[in-house]
C-alpha cells in the first residue's frame, strides 16, 4: 500500500517534532511515540502502554527516526545560500558558527522578514529527506 501525500506530511512533521514514527507496512498504520529516550523518562508508563502492544504486534512494520542533527544543519547552510540578502546571510553564518547553532539561527530568523520563507524551505527540505528514507513501495505515484 502507498501512503498519501497528506499521510507523508505527517510523518515529516512527526519527525521534526521529535517523535519516533511506526509504519505498518501491511496496512499503513501511523503511530507516533516519543523518541526512546523520552519514553524512558515518562513517569506514567500506561500513557504509550497500548500504542506500544500494537506496534509490537505489527508483523511487518518499519520505525523511522527524526533526522540528524547534521542533516538540519545543512538545510540551514543551504536557505543562506538561497538569501539575496548579504546582511542576513551574514547574520546567520555568523549564527551558525557559534555555540549552540540551532537556537542562534531560529532567534535570528523568527525575529526577521524571512521568518515565513525559513518555514516554507524548512518543511519541505525536511519532506524531501524523509522521501528519501521511505521505501519505495510506500511512495505515491509522481504526478
Known sequence: MKL?????????EELDAGSNVHIN???NTIKAL???????????????ANDIAEIEAW???????PLESWVNYEIMEDFIETLSDHQMQAKLE????????????????ENSEYRQLWFE???????????????????????
Open 94 to 109: 555568523i549564527a551558525l558558527g557559534k555555540r549552540r547553532p540551532f537556537a542562534h539561527f531560529k532567534a535570528i530568523v
Open 59 to 65: 508483523e511487518n512494520s518499519i520505525k523511522l527516526e
Open 4 to 12: 498519501s501525500k497528506k499521510e507523508i506530511k505527517h510523518i515529516a
Open 34 to 48: 516519543p523518541n526512546d529516550d523520552d519514553l524512558e523518562n515518562y513517569d506514567d508508563d500506561n500513557l504509550w
Open 121 to 143: 524551505y524548512h518543511n519541505e527540505r525536511y519532506l524531501q529527506a524523509i522521501i528519501k528514507n521511505l521505501p519505495n513501495e510506500l511512495l505515491p505515484e509522481i504526478e
Open 25 to 27: 507496512l501491511e496496512n
